[in-house]
């Protein structure tokens, strides 16, 4: 068929469609993509341009297989809608991709392409130029123009030496297609098929390019690193650092732009590396005797080849780390400086930059360690190697040879801790890591940091004081949050008061184990640096005194309000608040009760107004105490004189073989006295070491015995055979009395009672008339008043030292029907009375007894139990005249030898505590002179 026949049966259709489409609706419709391929999918269509024919031919199987397969021919050419120049004029207007692709149009209408296709310029690109026309497919198809490895051929289309856009337009770059094929960026695309290598839109930008001296482009001077920087994170700063070994930039334009040294298409580095190999380097470096001369030192500078192959860096070559090399020169390392090891390791070059080290090296101090100081130089390993000087295992000993008493670290720097690594090594955890290899355990930079260390007066610090708990708590987690919560916590710290942190209470190095010696005895004084009235109310209890002599056991503050938990006692989960504080002295009291609990923890006498019941029993014992002690130490020095002067007129004389004695005590009697001896010697022994012991001698002597808790024992068996001969002495007195047959009022009242009468009146008044010169000397009875006083006074000891001990010895019992502030009266009495009977016994009753010049040094009549009769004429002849008198001498006389051996015997027993009760005095007299409250 010819073309006219061809061209008929065309028109032919057309006119028979129209017809339809006329009839069908009164509506002008657009025709579809079949419609236009009537026409459009003849090969051989053209249409008349200006100066020659152009296809106009759409090879439709392609369309559908572009990315624009769903969309329809009149979407993009909206002039073939049926009009009045149907099917479409026969100019049609270029395509508008602004239609659908609004800011990509835009960006490529302010870039230069833009503007050269607005300018109607010649080979200015439009969007087909790059993308095509009908055949447009996605750019992750590796067929389509625009897929990342066909970009660089897409771009060098134009901008290739030789092309019609190198010669038409002045461009400064030349080359730029073989450049960039010969470049690290167009290698690693060709040769290594990397296609995450930047390729010119990465650099350029897809649509909006501009030039380079455009400030919105983005290779401007301005934007370049930015650029860059996409792919090469965080490089800026790295070079910045780098230049002129500054921080700064001193003035604008000073610091260079990534193309200043990395020339764009080229990027140069590459040939630097691959120009100098590592046995280039090593030619010369493998030599042993290679070396350089700085001042007076020769330092090597041979590498050993076994260090490169072993390091963490074997893959790296020796100008990666040198890079500062010129190939340029015969020796290349000749313009080699320091290794800047912020060329790879840029974050945390950073870090160190602004950390104390950093600092310090910046400012040139010889003590400040550098990378290679801790990682090594040619030989770096991973931190992961045993061998490697920052394993975790190393790590102590690594800080430790700058810091320790002799270390660099503190010879151009003030530092708190002078000897961290000595310090550190004697802690729990350096006890852990060191001798026991627990990598678990807390190492330097658990603590400092690996790169930021900084002084603790430092806000950013994590050994500030504030951002000490959360440091601490990477590890003790459990223990940061109930601390956190608590009181104490850092964060609560509105007021701007000084809050513990860990290092307050565990020190900073010298941390100790929580359960051993060293850290028990450090608790109430860590809590009394800022509780210090509640911490000296707390020493003067029971609870404190016994931890003072070392019973770690005994209740410490954290024993009460938590260790990490402490509340105020307002708080409803305070330890110590109204709701818990029956279960927390069940802890150690498990038959704890609510009256229990109102025992006056850190009450304390001196405040009468807080406390007006301990404040008058303890000033009524006091007073007790002046009283007996002033009386009869008035008494003791009146009785003194005239004692001297009986003691010229005594003839002394030892009976040789048998000798005439009266008995003046029974065995019964001389056996509980030895058991009054011996129990109170232990009671006031234990129970002074109790009273003062903030004295450095009570803790001397409470490990003498076995430590508090054995001189506990030894106090309560002293208590128990106290109440026993006690007990065993009432027995014996009803016995006699139910002997004699006397009436109960005649056997205490009696003559011959014990207890006071009106003649102890009469020879009180008659003793003090001798005292003074204005009498003689009494006759006295079978008992003195002062004997009687003796005697009345372990009744009266046994009663109220006995109950109020007993009170503290079962608290828990007593307060079942007793209020708990009583446990603290009790307290009070119990030891003040001890004090009272412990002085009064060892001086007053020491001197009435046995050290009296007529009795000196001894008066054995207690162990004996007989008294020469000459003698007991002269000390009592009222009761050897009553005796004599009733014809009861008799009975009472004895003839008798007391050997040398059982008088040696009674002296030795009966010095030996003499002398205790002495030596316990001066202690007592010592620790009230100056003893520290």
């Known amino acids: 068929m010819d073309d006219s026949c061809h061209f008929k049966a065309k028109w032919f259709v057309w006119v028979l469609v129209f017809l339809l489409g006329f009839l069908s609706s009164p509506i002008l419709i657009a025709q579809d993509d079949e419609t236009c391929m009537m026409c459009h999918d003849d090969p051989y269509i053209v249409r008349e341009g200006k100066n020659k024919k152009q296809s106009v031919w759409v090879d439709h199987p392609l369309l559908l297989r572009s990315i624009h397969q769903k969309v329809t021919c009149i979407a993009c050419h909206p002039e073939s809608a049926v009009g009045s120049d149907w099917p479409h004029p026969a100019e049609m207007s270029p395509v508008n991709c602004g239609t659908c692709h609004e800011e990509a149009q835009t960006k490529f209408e302010m870039g230069i392409h833009g503007q050269a296709l607005k300018k109607r ?82 650099c350029h930008g897809n649509h909006l390019i501009l030039p380079h001296n455009n400030r919105l482009s983005s290779i401007s001077l301005k934007n370049i690193a930015a650029t860059c920087m996409k792919c090469h994170a965080r490089i800026e700063q790295v070079h910045t650092k780098v230049i002129n070994e500054q921080q700064w930039e001193k003035k604008p334009g000073s610091i260079p732009a990534c193309t200043d040294c990395h020339p764009p298409h080229i990027v140069n580095i590459q040939n630097i590396l691959e120009s100098i190999s590592d046995r280039s380097c090593l030619a010369c470096h493998e030599k042993k005797e290679i070396h350089k001369i700085v001042g007076l030192d020769t330092i090597s500078l041979q590498v050993d080849v076994k260090y490169l192959t072993t390091s963490a860096h074997n893959n790296i070559t020796c100008v990666k780390c040198h890079s500062d090399v010129s190939a340029r020169k015969k020796r290349p390392c000749e313009t080699a400086g320091k290794v800047d090891c912020s060329s790879c390791h840029a974050e945390i070059s950073e870090i160190y930059a602004i950390s104390g080290h950093g600092v310090a090296h910046l400012e040139g101090k010889e003590s400040a360690p550098y990378c290679t100081d801790c990682h090594g130089k040619h030989l770096v390993k991973s931190k992961k190697d045993e061998t490697s000087p920052v394993y975790r295992l190393s790590i102590p000993a690594l800080c430790g040879g700058c810091h320790r008493e002799d270390g660099r670290a503190i010879q151009q720097s003030t530092l708190k801790e002078v000897d961290a690594y000595h310090d550190y090594s004697s802690s729990v955890h350096g006890k852990g890591m060191i001798k026991k290899g627990l990598l678990s355990s807390a190492v330097c930079t658990d603590c400092h940091t690996t790169h930021f260390m900084l002084k603790d007066s430092d806000e950013r610090s994590s050994v500030y004081p504030e951002n000490i708990p959360a440091t601490c708590g990477t590890c003790h987690r459990g223990i940061y949050n109930t601390y956190i919560k608590s009181d104490h916590g850092i964060t609560n710290n509105k007021d701007k008061e000084i809050y513990p942190t860990c290092t307050v209470c565990h020190s900073a190095h010298l941390i100790s184990e929580i359960d051993k010696d060293e850290f028990m005895n450090e608790i109430t004084h860590q809590c009394g640096l800022c509780h210090k009235q509640l911490s000296d109310s707390y020493l003067e209890t029971y609870h404190g005194k016994a931890y003072q002599l070392g019973y770690l056991q005994a209740a410490r503050c954290s024993d009460c309000h938590g260790a990490h938990s402490d509340m105020n006692i307002k708080h409803p989960n305070s330890a110590v608040g109204y709701d818990n504080i029956v279960a927390t002295c069940q802890k150690c009291h498990e038959g704890a009760n609510m009256q229990f609990t109102g025992f006056l923890t850190h009450a304390t006498h001196n405040n009468r107004d807080k406390y007006p019941v301990l404040y008058y029993t303890f000033w009524g014992m006091s007073s007790l105490l002046i009283a007996v002690f002033g009386f009869f130490g008035l008494h003791t020095l009146l009785w003194l004189p005239q004692s001297l002067r009986e003691r010229r007129k005594k003839k002394l004389h030892k009976p040789k073989g048998k000798a005439i004695y009266i008995r003046r005590f029974t065995d019964s009697q001389r056996y509980t006295h030895i058991f009054v001896i011996l129990s109170f010697v232990i009671l006031a022994l234990t129970g002074m070491l109790l009273k003062f012991a903030n004295m450095q001698w009570a803790r001397y002597l409470v490990d003498f015995l076995g430590g ?226």
């Open 121 to 202: 310029a010649r080979y200015a690109p439009d969007c087909k130029e790059c993308h095509g026309w009908h055949d447009i497919l996605s750019h992750t198809n590796p067929a389509c123009r625009t897929y990342k490895m066909n970009i660089p051929i897409l771009c060098g289309k134009c901008h290739r030496e030789g092309a019609p856009v190198a010669r038409t337009y002045k461009i400064t770059e030349h080359n730029i297609l073989q450049n960039y094929s010969q470049s690290i960026h167009g290698k690693g695309l060709y040769k290594s098929g990397l296609i995450v290598t930047a390729t010119c839109n990465n």
């Open 708 to 933: 508090v808790k054995v001189a506990g024992i030894l106090h309560r068996l002293g208590a128990v055979v106290t109440f026993g001969y006690f007990i065993y002495h009432l027995f014996s007195l009803i016995r006699g009395k139910r002997k004699m047959g006397l009436r109960w009022s005649e056997f205490i009242f009696g003559s011959h009672s014990i207890m006071f009468n009106r003649q102890d009146l009469k020879d009180f008044w008659a003793s003090v008339k001798w005292f003074v010169g204005r009498g003689e000397r009494p006759n006295y009875g079978r008992w003195t008043y002062w004997e009687k006083f003796d005697y009345l006074a372990v009744f009266w000891g046994v009663a109220i030292i006995g109950f109020t001990g007993l009170v503290l010895w079962f608290p828990e019992m007593f307060t079942k029907f007793l209020p708990g502030w009583l446990i603290n009266v009790a307290q009070i009495i119990h030891s003040d009375e001890a004090l009272l009977a412990v002085g009064f016994i060892f001086t007053i009753h020491f001197f009435n007894t046995h050290f009296r010049p007529e009795s000196f040094p001894m008066d054995t009549v207690i162990f004996t139990g007989h008294v020469l009769l000459e003698e007991y004429k002269k000390e009592r002849p009222r009761d050897y005249q009553e005796l004599k008198n009733s014809g009861k001498l008799d009975e009472c006389i004895v003839e008798m030898e007391i050997t040398k051996e059982r008088s040696r015997s009674v002296k030795l027993f009966g010095f030996l505590f003499l002398f205790i009760g002495f030596l316990l005095i001066a202690l007592i007299i010592y620790s009230l002179l100056f003893g520290v409250k």
